[in-house]
């Protein structure tokens, strides 16, 4: 079985400041991990994700995560914040033995002070 | 090319009435999968379709809900007899034929409302 932990229901960082984002998983075969954003009132959208080769992912609007296998960790990290990031992010992971279904964290709300 | 579209966006029913939900995949897309998003808490997957053919269910609650995905139209996600605790909302996502490394490309949700 697979499962996602999302450090954090809530993180609030000032303008410019770094972003870190928690996220830890479970999973009996190789994950694949994925971030997603959901701004108020909206689907979601696709920030990274992770499938196999070079651990460290680069994403849209600025937004890496580091894959590290010995932690189960899959962080999500930018260097510096936007007002324009504030919102929810996903992480979720999916395996080739599930399916395709993606099971998702409980989300992280991103406030960005000015 | 046009997303994935859901309709409709908000949906107001009352205990007992049905509730239906379409989702349109985008173009070249044969795979579906709804999402539900209580309040306060992440997507729980319900239910993962291809046409006319349902793969997955294992996260469909046992009464009253049923999905389909006709050779012709739209994705339904079918609420029978609604009850007020399933007020939230539910999202669509799409994807080519499976690979679990496909990304899922999600629509704007309807936002189901159970007075």
């Known amino acids: 079985a697979q499962s996602v932990t999302q450090l954090g229901s809530h993180v609030s960082v000032s303008e410019g400041a770094l972003v870190l984002l928690r996220c830890n998983y479970s999973s009996s075969v190789p994950p694949y991990l994925f971030w997603y954003v959901q701004y108020p009132n909206q689907g979601l959208q696709l920030l990274l994700k992770?499938?196999?080769?070079?651990?460290l992912v680069k994403g849209i609007n600025g937004f890496e995560a580091e894959f590290k296998k010995s932690e189960t960790s899959f962080h999500l990290t930018k260097p510096s914040a936007h007002m324009s990031d504030a919102a929810e992010y996903f992480c979720?992971?999916?395996?080739?033995?599930?399916?395709?279904?993606?099971?998702f964290g409980q989300g992280t709300e991103l406030s960005v002070k000015p | 090319n046009a997303g994935v579209m859901q309709n409709p966006r908000h949906l107001v029913r009352r205990r007992g009435q049905e509730a239906r939900l379409r989702c349109s995949p985008m173009?070249?897309?044969?795979?579906v999968y709804w999402y539900r998003q209580l309040p306060e808490e992440g997507l729980k997957f319900m239910v993962y379709?291809?046409?006319?053919?349902?793969?997955?269910e294992s996260g469909m609650p046992k009464e009253r809900f049923s999905a389909e995905f006709p050779k012709e139209g739209p994705s339904i996600l079918r609420i029978q007899q609604v009850v007020r605790g399933d007020s939230a909302a539910y999202f669509c996502a799409s994807s080519p034929p499976f690979k679990a490394t496909d990304t899922q490309y999600f629509g704007p949700g309807t936002r189901l409302t159970v007075l």
């Open positions: 173009k070249g897309h044969s795979h």
């Open positions: 992770y499938t196999t080769g070079a651990t």
């Open positions: 979720a992971v999916s395996a080739n033995n599930q399916g395709g279904k993606l099971i």
């Open positions: 379709l291809q046409k006319e053919n349902i793969i997955d």
